[in-house]
């Protein structure tokens, strides 16, 4: 009989295990060295999801490798490559099982877990995990749990984008925007809908889109993209003063991070309409829209059909 694989939670210590040397490693090899800790048979390894389009083996590994990263556990100094942090190394030490009940003792973690649903206004619900034993009356419904799944897995896939997005340089940034607005309507196609401006004469505007097919009006687009500190008020007041060397009423200003406080009350005390766009927002409407993502499989959910069943 064949042997069970691990879960993805069991396999957590042995993802650290072998970065316990403190090198880099690219996650295909992290993946053959906990292949190798393991000793699985070629029939394990061959064992696929339900979908079969991906090892069971790979994806359980890839998803220990995620949430370890997600508490801090595991740094990525780089796009695919993985380092033990100090918080893993400590972990290590501790002799404390590693799991799922571990790793909410860090809050980075139960951040990643809390899943929200901004753009619907719902409140916020906590991703399942496998160690949870929820009580009777508390428990989900399955609809629920494919949606609470779907939650974390595009909040997965919001904070992969926005790590391409910082990878890459501000003039991408600057077209991206542009093509988002597109993919969101705005203008017709994409050659007649909206382009970038100048860097030597953009004056403080870095795209200029169609609001509809027609150009009746334009709408003009400020990209910055942050790190590591807020948008503020003056960074807002100057692209409301860029506005008006273009004589525009409407703009958009997008950035990977944030705006403080006092930029959006700014915005709500001016006559012109300028739209705020921060990071979570930027991704949400990526995924949404289908800007720098592809699907990856489709889930059909079919309910019963009522008029079929009806007699004459």
Not at 81 to 93: D, H, K, N, Q
Request: proline share 4%.
């Amino acid at each position: 009989m064949k042997e069970p694989l691990p879960s993805y939670e069991a396999m957590m210590p042995a993802v650290l295990k072998v970065l316990a040397d403190g090198a880099p490693r690219p996650l295909r090899e992290v993946f053959e060295l906990v292949c190798q800790h393991y000793a699985f048979t070629q029939e394990q390894l061959a064992e696929t999801l339900p979908s079969g389009r991906q090892t069971t083996v790979r994806s359980r590994v890839g998803w220990a490798k995620t949430y370890l990263v997600k508490a801090g556990l595991i740094e990525q100094p780089k796009r695919g490559i993985c380092l033990i942090s100090e918080r893993g190394r400590a972990a290590l030490a501790s002799g404390q099982v590693i799991d799922n009940r571990y790793l909410v003792g860090f809050n980075e973690f139960v951040a990643f877990t809390q899943v929200s649903s901004v753009s619907a206004g719902d409140t916020p619900q906590t991703v399942p995990t496998l160690t949870e034993q929820p009580q009777p009356e508390q428990a989900s419904t399955p609809q629920e749990l494919i949606e609470q799944a779907l939650a974390a897995l595009n909040s997965s896939l919001a904070d992969d984008l926005l790590g391409e997005i910082l990878g890459l340089s501000p003039r991408f940034f600057e077209q991206l925007v542009v093509d988002l607005m597109v993919a969101m309507g705005y203008g017709g196609s994409a050659q007649e809908a909206g382009h970038t401006t100048r860097y030597s004469s953009d004056g403080g505007i870095d795209g200029i889109i169609k609001e509809d097919k027609l150009g009746l009006d334009s709408i003009y687009l400020q990209a910055k993209r942050y790190t590591d500190r807020t948008v503020g008020r003056p960074e807002i007041q100057s692209f409301a003063g860029a506005l008006d060397l273009y004589k525009a009423r409407k703009g958009v200003f997008i950035t990977t991070s944030g705006f403080s406080r006092e930029a959006q009350d700014y915005v709500g005390q001016i006559e012109k309409r300028i739209v705020l766009i921060d990071g979570n927002r930027l991704t949400a409407l990526m995924i949404e829209h289908n800007v720098g993502v592809s699907t990856r499989q489709v889930f059909a959910i079919k309910t019963l059909d009522s008029d079929y069943f009806l007699e004459d």
